[in-house]
């Protein structure tokens, strides 16, 4: 008798051991409440709550995938964000956060404009020169003036050539060019260091292959005129 109620009584401490273990581990754990739509990948009650092992786990269903524990949603986050939150992206499982009221932002500043002009060389220059001519300063004076009606960034005065003489020759004489430009607006009032110029020499074209060597000398130097140029940008705001 006393065998058999020693027996019963370790059969009870088993059982209450097991029944206390549980709620111990449901006490720990949040109760998770699915939204209910679409296929959910943990066993739910009655209540929408996902059902936990002993230990706190969620019991998985047929349905379960890693894709699916991150998308079955449980209020503001997916459900498994508790339940498997070792799988599910954090990012997930994070509140996002509401930034703080910013003041409007201030007008945008106004962007750079930019017009480049193309000064035919013969226009600006005798033939095969680097002095301005008369013609050529009243373009200049005219471009000073434009340069004066914007807040100046730069001017780029960049000289070109035809291909008649050496490459040595030409790049020399388009830089000479350049730089005469940029004297001369230095001399209108505009700052050197707002001016930058560059020779080309007769690496640029714009004839192409339209004026053949067979030409006549003179007409040739008439065909490659256009090649023959100062090519001025000016850059600013308004």
């Known amino acids: 008798m006393i065998k058999q109620t020693k027996k019963q009584m370790f059969i009870l401490a088993a059982i209450a051991s097991i029944g206390l273990s549980a709620p111990a581990a449901f006490a720990q754990a949040k109760d998770v409440v699915v939204d209910g739509k679409g296929e959910i990948p943990y066993v739910i009650d009655s209540r929408n709550v996902v059902a936990r ?22 209020g503001q986050f997916p459900a498994g964000c508790e339940c ?11 509140p996002a956060v509401i930034p703080a009221a910013v003041p409007a932002p201030a007008a945008p500043a106004p962007r750079p404009t930019a017009e480049k002009i193309k000064l035919s060389a013969d ?35 960049v000289g070109h050539t035809d291909r008649l003489g050496s490459d040595v020759y030409n790049q020399k004489l388009s830089e000479r060019r350049a730089n005469a430009v940029k004297t001369y607006l230095v001399g209108k009032g505009v700052e050197a260091n707002r001016i930058y110029t560059e020779g080309k020499g007769e690496r640029q074209p714009v004839t192409g292959t339209t004026c053949s060597d067979k030409l006549g000398r003179k007409a040739l130097i ?17």
């Open 53 to 74: 092992s002993g230990a706190g786990l969620c019991w998985r269903t047929g349905y379960w995938s890693p894709a699916a524990a991150g998308t079955a949603m449980a």
């Open 84 to 94: 498997d939150s070792d799988i599910v992206p954090k990012e997930k499982c994070t």
């Open 123 to 157: 226009t600006l220059f005798d033939f095969d020169k680097a002095v301005l001519k008369p013609e050529g300063r009243s373009k200049l004076d005219q471009l000073a003036e434009q340069a004066k009606s914007v807040k100046l960034e730069v001017i780029l005065a």
């Open 222 to 238: 008439e065909c490659l005129q256009p090649d023959r140029r100062v090519e001025v940008e000016v850059i600013g705001t308004k």
